[in-house]
């Protein structure tokens, strides 16, 4: 009996150690079907890619730290992976959602659980298909990250949330776009741009035909909303505003910003910003909320507008008359270059951690490595369209690069992508950057396209530091912001001009670095990192192989059928925390 009731003891202290971890790092489940639904954003019926039914997908909100578990289910007829915009993904790109880290999910009700922690991370994200030009036809939605309440937040707790998921639109499908691309054609203009996946207000009885279904955003007089702006379209940068009032700008892609109030902000394709708007205004009427075409003819692109309706609770009136003013000249760059810089980190504001983000002084450390990323516009090799970084388009490998590394395939990929353009014709290739683990690595993006790019890098918020038109020269770090520089994952560059971003590589793994335009990814502006401790042989710096990993390539006969497991959906891969749950399950039997 004594024996029994030490035993019952032993395993009630352990199963008490699992529940106290469990805890400590509470879960969050989530199920997400993709699928394909009838809607008609611009008037004409479409299909368009839906999330649990609903275009654009749920919201996912989860808290700093929390565990993710995301089972993700393809019943599109084609095979799929998602992304995961701006979350790092720490220590396990294996979740990353890309061709060069996963195998996609195959078609006919496929599933794939992606589990991973958002480990000191707070802010404004969202998540969408990465493959197929899939993101143009939808799948996209808003992933937040809201802070632990020891945590305090830079300003005063708003009264509401707002999401707004704004984006350039065809009517066309994302198949007929890949066709055009795959044929040597561009996109041409866009047809309209959607806010939360529905058309332009009818502002205007000659641009905007009847019947468009539109957004409207119900307020309070009085009350500060936390509005929370992203871009997913496919590669237009939009003029977000809201007649007559201030975007007072907070944060941006998981790091607050130092407070300004704005009239209007450019958002580029893949941005996200977050903003406090007061609703303290006479409500004489309903107010316009536009995302408008930049750096394009307006006289031909004026139809390129979205339009959604922000409405008092005690309106007198439908919004009607002219829309506010963009910025004055749609081609000044200047401008907008130094709206961009004027976005800076607020340096004694904590963010996911106690201490203040200013307290990593990335301009005091010493650059290890060098890389130029030249884009050109898309060039003919061997007789197809290819965009290219350095003269190189990226194939992606048969085998995901790290299923590779772990497996020894050999020849799936290459270490020697060059630090800055080669005199030589360009070509496509499978090659990827040797980066030093605990390296601070300087990237400088110089754009010759004739389009501003957008550029995003996984597993990593980098420090935009300088940006500049002509050719980038080593002078022009004289020039860097060195202290309160913004952090972020995805920067724009301006045609004919530069940005420079500085990163320090702690997340061990393999990181792609790419055009967040969805026509320039798809023809291969892209590559990745490849990021490894040597010394690490236990697993501290990066996590095992998941257990429900897929396999393609060179390893597809190690694939068997998914399957999800409650004990999978609940609590994860983690063998900590399924022996918790079976330890106390054990204590529980025997004690009755």
């Known amino acids: ?26 879960f969050a489940n989530f199920e997400l079907e993709y699928s394909y639904i009838t809607a008609s954003p611009l008037g004409v019926p479409q299909q368009v890619v839906a999330v649990n039914g609903k275009f654009p997908g749920p919201i996912l909100n989860v808290t700093t730290n929390y565990n993710v578990v995301v089972d993700v289910k393809n019943k599109l007829d084609e095979e799929l992976l998602v992304t995961w915009s701006g979350i790092q993904m720490r220590r396990t790109s294996w979740q990353d959602g890309v061709l060069g880290t996963n195998c996609p999910i195959p078609t006919g009700g496929s599933n794939f659980t992606y589990q991973f922690q958002v480990k000191d991370q707070i802010g404004s994200f969202f998540y969408a298909p990465s493959i197929n030009m899939q993101r143009a036809a939808g799948g996209f939605g808003s992933f937040i990250v809201t802070n632990r309440n020891i945590i305090p937040i830079p300003f005063s707790p708003p009264d509401g949330d707002i999401v707004i998921i704004i984006g350039d639109w065809y009517t066309r499908s994302h198949k007929s776009l890949r066709k055009d691309l795959d044929d040597g054609k561009q996109l041409g203009m866009p047809d309209g741009v959607l806010i939360n996946g529905k058309g332009p207000y009818r502002y205007n009885t000659t641009l905007v035909p009847d019947g468009i279904d539109h957004e409207t955003i119900n307020v309070d007089p009085g009350k500060t909303y936390r509005v929370r702006v992203h871009n997913v379209g496919v590669s237009t940068c939009l003029n977000f505003r809201i007649q ?25 394709v893949g941005q996200s910003y977050t903003f406090l708007v007061t609703m303290d205004q006479n409500a004489s009427s309903d107010y316009y909320i536009v995302a408008s075409s930049r750096f394009v003819n307006q006289t031909i692109w004026q139809k390129v507008t979205g339009v959604g309706i922000l409405h008092y609770s005690n309106s007198n009136g439908k919004a009607a008359g002219p829309l506010p003013d963009p910025p004055n000249d749609v ?6 270059l130094n709206q961009a810089m004027s976005i800076r980190q607020n340096v004694s504001a904590s963010g996911a951690r106690p201490n203040p983000q200013g307290s990593f002084h990335y301009g005091q450390i010493n650059v290890t490595d060098f890389y130029l990323l030249k884009s050109v516009p898309p060039v003919s090799i061997d007789g197809k ?3 290219t970084f350095n003269g190189i388009s990226f194939k992606n490998p048969a085998t995901p690069i790290r299923l590779a590394d772990l497996y020894y395939v050999k020849g799936d990929y290459k270490l020697d992508f060059p630090t800055k353009p080669m005199n030589r014709p360009p070509k496509v290739d499978t090659s990827i950057i040797n980066a030093t683990y605990k390296g601070f690595i ?25 940006m500049g038109f002509g050719e980038w020269t080593e002078s022009n770090r004289g020039s860097y912001n060195r202290w309160d520089a913004i952090s972020r994952s995805t920067t724009q560059v301006f045609p004919g001009g530069w940005t420079a971003v500085l990163v320090s590589l702690d997340n061990v793994g393999v990181w792609n670095l790419r055009a967040e335009n969805l026509d320039r990814w798809y023809l291969g502006q ?11 042989h236990s697993n501290k710096t990066e996590m095992q192989k998941p257990d429900n990993a897929l396999y393609c390539g060179a390893l597809a006969y190690m694939q068997k059928k998914q399957k999800v497991s409650s004990a999978t959906t609940l609590f994860g891969s983690s063998g900590l925390h399924f022996t918790s749950l079976l330890v106390l399950s054990t204590v529980i039997s025997l004690v009755s």
Not at 3 to 20: D, G, K, M, Q, Y
Not at 331 to 336: E, L, P
Not at 457 to 465: E, L
């Open 244 to 268: 007559n009032h201030n975007l007072l700008l907070v944060e941006t892609e998981g790091y607050y910003t130092s407070q300004q109030n704005y009239t209007s902000v450019d958002i580029h």
């Open 526 to 536: 892209e590559t990745y990192m490849r990021i490894i401790n040597p010394e690490d």
């Open 1 to 26: 009996m004594a024996s029994s009731s030490l035993l019952v003891h032993r395993l009630c202290c352990i199963a008490l150690f699992f529940t106290l971890c469990f805890a400590a790092d509470p």
């Open 331 to 336: 081609y000044d760059t200047s401008y907008a």
């Open 385 to 387: 369209l290819r965009a």
């Open 442 to 466: 300087e990237i400088v993006l110089q754009n010759n396209d004739t389009v501003v790019q957008s550029f995003h890098m996984d597993g990593y918020s980098f420090f935009v530091v300088g």
